[in-house]
């Protein structure tokens, strides 16, 4: 499908979203403390985080549905919450939680949001509906979790708007319709929009996504360029030797070296592999698996409660992901 | 259905060993009381202290044999009849009654709402809402979620009952007797247990809880008029009624237990029924299976009028054709009334007390206020829902819209001022319309209307103090029912007893001039409307600043 082409407003260099020090308090609880998130325009950017860590949060903010304590909050050069409406014209929204009016229909429903953000396409409307074969006569109460998201998404991307923001988008649709959704973001971002994408699939943020932040507890832990993120973490090798190896585990930057019989297994940090390697080869290597750093272990990494406890702590980590895999 | 609700999951208990279709029920019973710790022993408390507040202005008031004499005149005649009862005691008309007589119909329209509430509140609105889904999914049997919430709501009536009883013996007025005040407590209590019947048998019928709700509320008006229209002709249609089968236990007077079988049968078929209906439908769904609708919305729908229109559009037809009904039962009774006014002259000199006015007027009146009062439910109802729209996360999606708060905000008070409009008239219209038919005058057609339409002030005045309570603190938006529960007991029973003025006072109903009994007097009209203008640009102001709430 192919969405108008749009180049980046106002020259390029402004962020569509841009977020400083970020507070929201309720009550007792500080769900978000000094949060910082930068979006530029034109990017799908992924915004990562466990259950509770202020992602909605953060994009109710965005939204002006609630009012920041303290901080910065910038949103396509405009103040979420006073210029909330003039803004909601230029992005559309879908919740983690699609909640629909059980007395209308999906397609009543998709008309009635796009219109009060300022109308859709109708070609594009019906493409979608048959992309994510969604069946529009039905009353909002009949439909199951992934269709109300269906309806949401399909109200969101048959709008012709500048970003978009979803919230946990696909988290009750099918591997099929995981895949549908993906085509549409990537159209979405040819076209030159911006995206900010909560979520937890992984291979959804891999696949789609150009910048990736970690949210916990309230702040933004790590922000960057997936590539770059992984630069930063080690690869898991896995190596049949002719000749037993030691000293490994003296090596600069080699992790939980085990050795089993002619089987070596060990991480070892980016910066030190070409030494690592060149220490395996006179051993006669027949065999090397190396496998690059997954998404998982960044999340392991922030996720984990260890996090604060330092280097030991992510040595757990970093082998529970192997674990898992 | 699939709705995960990601509310915290109910601890339903350790598995018993071997499930029955009750397994279950006594934790549900534990974990609605939790819920409810303060909603129970609120209703409870407030009906019975207000019986006791009654029952105290009925002694000071009617101290003496000839003022308790004079009394019985206006309650003999069909006026005293319909918003009291058939006449329980006048040959010696003490206080007890009184109780009996003349509010024992009245408490019961409470005591009912309180069973209704309750039980559609931890049954048909859980399903709506997918959080019975996590409790039928644990070891809880088919007829556990059904049988703790009866369980709960009837012993909710019989402590009310009980407390009633020991309220009113503590009087240590001489008619009150211990006997007769059980007698009392029990009637009460089988009024609700009756509608706990009713409304258990609606929400296995309607799919929401609102629905279910609206037909057993719609249910209550009904008892309550076929009670009075048979007590007003003396007739069978009492015996069609609940609450004339309470009535006819005639406590105080002959405390009569058999009337109560008659409830309590009743009460089992109707429980009855409800559980072989509730195994006859899916979890979460009614018997009435959904239909497909329009693939597109209409143009209508596009703009948040439209919107407000549509969510409110069933409601407004049901509650318009409900107080239609409501005012043409009491307005078919205008020729009657007339009648009997014309062959009795003490009564006369009694009803009359305003000079210069005819008795028709003070009928027409005298029917209109309750009535106002009751339609002032549905501006209150409205606005809770729009709280409710918010809560469940549907207004979030809308404001992220190019929808600004105060556009949202203006075109749902909008609706819900122009339903005000459309209750007072549809009020006005029934009792014009049968008054003018029954009397034969064609002129009570606009007296009926002027004077419902007069109410809308207070109406306003309603949906004032609902608006500025969401804007401001949405939290606090049940407060709101204080305000219309006290204006129509004030209107239901100021005329009765007599109370100081700064009690009725506080009801906004109290202030509107009792067309076309009284002269018209626009300044209270123009008052109340310039502090309910105040008070919903207050709610806008709050609305404005503050979170939007979604769970």
């Given amino acids: 499908m192919r969405y108008p082409q749009r180049s980046p407003q106002n020259g390029s260099v402004n962020n569509a979203i841009d977020v400083v020090g970020l507070v929201k308090t309720f009550g007792q609880t500080r769900a978000l403390d000094g949060l910082n998130l930068q979006v530029k325009a034109g990017e799908v950017h992924g915004f990562l985080g466990p259950n509770g860590a202020g992602k909605s949060t953060t994009i109710r903010v965005l939204l002006g549905l609630l009012r920041a304590d303290a901080g910065q909050v910038r949103l396509l050069d405009g103040d979420p919450w006073s210029d909330a409406v003039a803004l909601h014209r230029r992005l559309a929204y879908v919740p983690g939680d699609v909640s629909l009016w059980p007395n209308l229909t999906g397609g009543e429903a998709i008309d ?9 396409d109708p070609a594009k409307r019906e493409t979608l509906c048959e992309r994510f074969d969604l069946d529009p006569s039905k009353k909002g109460r009949t439909y199951s979790k992934g269709n109300r ?59 789609l996504c150009d910048k990736v932040s970690i949210i916990r507890q309230g702040v933004v832990v790590e922000s960057g360029v997936l590539s770059q993120m992984r630069h930063l973490r080690r690869t898991t090798i896995e190596a049949e030797v002719e000749r037993p190896v030691t000293g490994l585990s003296e090596l600069a930057g080699v992790h939980d070296a085990h050795t089993e019989n002619s089987l070596v297994r060990f991480s070892v940090d980016g910066e030190h592999m070409d030494k690592v390697i060149a220490w395996l080869a006179p051993h006669g290597v027949r065999s090397l698996i190396s496998q690059p750093p997954a998404l998982e272990e960044l999340f392991l990494r922030h996720y984990g409660d260890e996090l604060a406890t330092g280097s030991d702590g992510q040595r757990v980590a970093s082998g529970d992901a192997g674990a898992a895999r | 259905m699939t709705a995960v609700s990601e509310r915290p999951g109910v601890q339903v208990g350790a598995p018993a060993a071997a499930g029955g279709p009750l397994t279950g029920t006594g934790t549900l019973i534990k974990f609605i009381l939790r819920r409810d710790r303060i909603r129970i022993p609120a209703w409870i408390l407030v009906i019975t202290f207000s019986l006791l507040s009654v029952a105290r202005g009925l002694q000071q008031a009617y101290a003496t044999a000839a003022d308790r004499q004079a009394r019985v005149e206006v309650m003999d005649s069909p006026v005293g009849r319909a918003v009291g009862g058939p006449g329980i005691g006048l040959d010696d008309y003490t206080i007890g009654a009184m109780l009996s007589n003349e509010f024992l119909s009245f408490i019961a329209i409470f005591v009912a709402l309180m069973s209704v509430l309750l039980f559609v509140r931890h049954t048909r609105a859980e399903e709506e809402t997918g959080r019975a889904e996590l409790v039928r999914a644990a070891v809880v049997g088919r007829y556990a979620v059904t049988t703790a919430a009866l369980v709960v709501v009837t012993v909710t009536n019989l402590v009310l009952g009980l407390l009633v009883a020991l309220a009113l013996a503590s009087t240590g007025e001489e008619s009150i007797t211990v006997q007769g005040s059980l007698m009392y407590g029990a009637s009460l209590a089988s009024i609700g247990l009756v509608f706990t019947g009713i409304v258990a048998v609606c929400a296995q019928i309607t799919e929401y809880g609102r629905s279910a709700n609206g037909i057993a509320g719609a249910l209550i008006a009904v008892v309550f008029v076929v009670r009075a229209v048979g007590d007003m002709g003396g007739n069978f249609l009492s015996w069609l009624s609940p609450i004339g089968w309470a009535q006819a236990t005639r406590p105080y007077v002959d405390d009569r237990w058999w009337p109560l079988l008659v409830s309590a049968l009743v009460t089992a078929v109707l429980v009855a029924a409800a559980f072989v209906l509730s195994t006859r439908r899916d979890v979460g769904a009614g018997l009435v299976p959904p239909r497909p609708g329009p693939r597109q919305a209409s143009p209508l729908l596009g703009t948040p009028v439209g919107l407000a229109l549509r969510m409110h559009r069933a409601s407004l037809l049901w509650w318009g054709l409900g107080l239609f009904a409501l005012g043409a039962a009491y307005g078919a009774f205008t020729g009657e009334v007339e009648t009997f006014l014309q062959d009795n002259e003490t009564f006369r000199d009694i009803f009359l007390q305003t000079e210069g006015t005819s008795f028709i007027n003070s009928w027409l009146s005298s029917i209109t206020s309750p009535l106002l009062a009751v339609a002032s439910f549905y501006p209150v109802l409205a606005i809770q829902r729009m709280r409710a729209e918010e809560t469940v996360g549907r207004v979030e999606p809308l404001l992220a819209t190019g ?110 001039p009792a067309l076309p009994a ?34």
């Fill in chain 1, 112 to 120: 009635l949001l796009a219109r009060l953000r300022g109308g859709l």
């Fill in chain 2, 403 to 512: 929808l600004s708060r105060a556009r949202w905000l203006g075109s749902q008070v909008l609706v819900v001022l122009a339903g005000g409009v459309i209750m007072a008239v549809a009020c006005g219209l029934g009792v014009g319309l049968t008054s003018a038919l029954s009397a034969g005058d064609g002129s009570l057609m606009a007296d009926g209307l002027v004077a419902a339409l007069a109410y809308l002030p207070a109406t306003w005045f309603v949906v004032g103090v609902a608006v500025a309570l969401l804007g401001i603190l949405p939290r606090a938006l049940g407060a709101v029912w204080l305000v219309v529960v006290y204006g129509l007991f004030m209107e239901m029973t100021g005329g009765l007893i007599e109370l100081p003025g700064w009690v009725t006072d506080l009801s906004p109903f109290e202030h509107i």
């Fill in chain 2, 518 to 551: 009284t002269e018209f007097n626009a300044l209270p009209l123009v008052l109340l409307t310039v502090i309910s203008a105040g008070l919903i640009a207050l709610g806008f102001v709050g609305m404005r600043k503050r979170d939007l709430e979604s769970n």
């Fill in chain 1, 149 to 207: 998201q269906k309806v949401a998404l399909v109200a969101a991307l048959a709008s012709d708007v500048e970003l978009l923001i979803l919230d946990e988008p696909t988290a009750g649709l099918d591997p099929l319709m995981e895949a549908v959704f993906q085509d549409c973001i990537r159209e979405v971002k040819e076209a030159g929009r911006t995206v900010l994408l909560s979520s937890h699939i992984l291979g959804q943020v891999e696949k």
